[in-house]
């Protein structure tokens, strides 16, 4: 069918659908409602829907089979590729399902499928709780978790990934079911190949203090001080080790005095004065410019974070997972530093797995790197237009890594930041670094749910 003809059966079909919010290509709303936060995705979907209720995401997906449309489903709309969005594809945006229900026992959470990071913690906050997170306050809850969900919790309670213990999906028919064990297995680590995510049921813990923010470091000598940094903290952690509540976050950035080196420190733990005293020995393990964790509470934390990342970008992100960071890799990193273009969205963020994610698992996973690693995001994005200049000093950091130390990169990488186009040859070689000896297990699992392929313009990519 033409897509003429797919937009006038679209509009009949809702017709029936008045709750449904729909945004045709004619619509002023329309060059907003397309857009992915990476803006260098130029598809212009069919039009884009906003299902209000659960029953009106299955009317959408039956249409959508019946009429064999291809659609996409966004959320946060921070998939790095803009992946959301499609050409000519319907564009199903979840962002009005953002119900959050507590459980008596107060150890889960039912989560809808379109809520954002910080709706959730705010909402969980209010009572007393948390459920890890990233630190980015407009991306999406669900497709964070589902697809691993690195963050600053996750020392103290693990990744996204493994705090989902249930899910309500609409399935390639347009059917409303809960997940069983074998689709969940898939939904944790690939959640968007077999359905539309309702909600997902997520453990949530008692959280009433937080010590956060970020330990910013002298930027004179930025790639001295990184290496220093580093040998350092490598040192800390066979000596001492870091306690579970304590999460470090690397990140260079460009700020309002310029190219800047920081550690986002994080302390999830009741203890307060101890989390203090660990802000002062990260402080202190590189020449310091200023210290700036206090006592805080998630929304404001949010708040805080929201203010450091542009709104939306445009460019390319690549990433590694590397086993530890020895002098070689951190030279790599820290010469690039220091050379890395005057751009806001020019970024190298690094998040480190270790503690309960960082092992074996009760519960199945697809979700494969499970040994202690850092996750390289190396990002070459652009918000002033230079999108072209990132992208090589991004392309320059990834391959220096490379060649630091071969042998200390992980053989899988993470599917959320990994350039599946540009760091692989294939989808299937991209399939096989993402979920490494997990890729079978998924295709069997896609055969089993959704043999007909009727969610096709997924992450993964599978064709
Ligand atoms: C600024 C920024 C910061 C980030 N920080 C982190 C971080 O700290 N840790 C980390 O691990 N990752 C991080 N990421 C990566 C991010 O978690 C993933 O890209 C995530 O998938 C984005 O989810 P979204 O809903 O915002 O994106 P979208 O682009 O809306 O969704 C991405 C894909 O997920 C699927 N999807 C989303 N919602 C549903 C649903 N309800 N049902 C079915 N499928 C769905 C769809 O296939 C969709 O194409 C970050 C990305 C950005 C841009």
Known sequence: ????????????????????????????????????WNEARLDNPLAVVKPQSPAD???????????????????????????????DALLIDMRALTAVTIASDRKTAKVQGGILQDELAGKLWEQGLATPTGAVPTVGYVGWAM???????????????????????????????????????????????????????????PLTSLLAGPIIFNPTHITKTYVDFNAAY????????????????QICFNGPMGRAFAALFLWSGADIEEGKRWSEKIASLAPLMVNM????????????????????IAGTGFSHNVRRIPPSVAEAIGRNLAI???????????????GPSAGPQDHQSVFATREPHYMLELLGFSTSGDE?????????????????DPDNLLPTAYISVYNSALQAKSTSEALEKTYGPKAQVLKDLKATFDPESVFSLTVPALE
């Open 388 to 404: 072209e200049v990132s992208r090589q000093w991004a392309i320059q950091t990834t391959d220096e890594i490379q060649q630091a």
């Open 147 to 205: 697809y691993g969900g690195y963050g600053p919790f996750s020392p103290h309670w693990g990744l996204g990934v493994d705090q989902i213990v249930g899910a309500t999906v609409v399935d390639p028919n347009g059917d409303i079911v809960n997940a069983d064990e074998a689709l969940l297995e898939g939904i944790r680590g690939a959640g968007g190949l077999f359905g539309v995510i309702i909600d997902l049921t997520v453990k949530v813990y």
């Open 234 to 249: 490598e040192k800390l952690l066979d000596s001492e080790g870091l306690p579970s509540q304590l999460s470090v976050q």
């Open 340 to 354: 890395m273009p005057h751009d806001r969205g020019a970024m190298v963020s690094i998040h480190q797995l270790r």
């Open 1 to 36: 069918m033409s897509s003429t003809a797919q937009l006038t059966t679209l509009e009949a079909f809702l017709q029936g659908y008045p709750n449904i919010e729909y945004i045709p290509p004619s619509s002023p709303e329309y060059p907003a409602a397309r857009k992915p």
């Open 293 to 312: 964790v206090g006592p805080t509470t998630i929304p404001e934390w949010f708040v805080a974070n929201g203010a450091m990342i542009p709104p939306t």
């Open 57 to 87: 995401v299955a009317a959408i997906v039956k249409h959508a089979k019946l009429n064999s449309l291809p659609f996409t489903i966004r959320s946060g709309g921070h998939n790095l590729e803009g992946r959301c969005v499609a050409q």
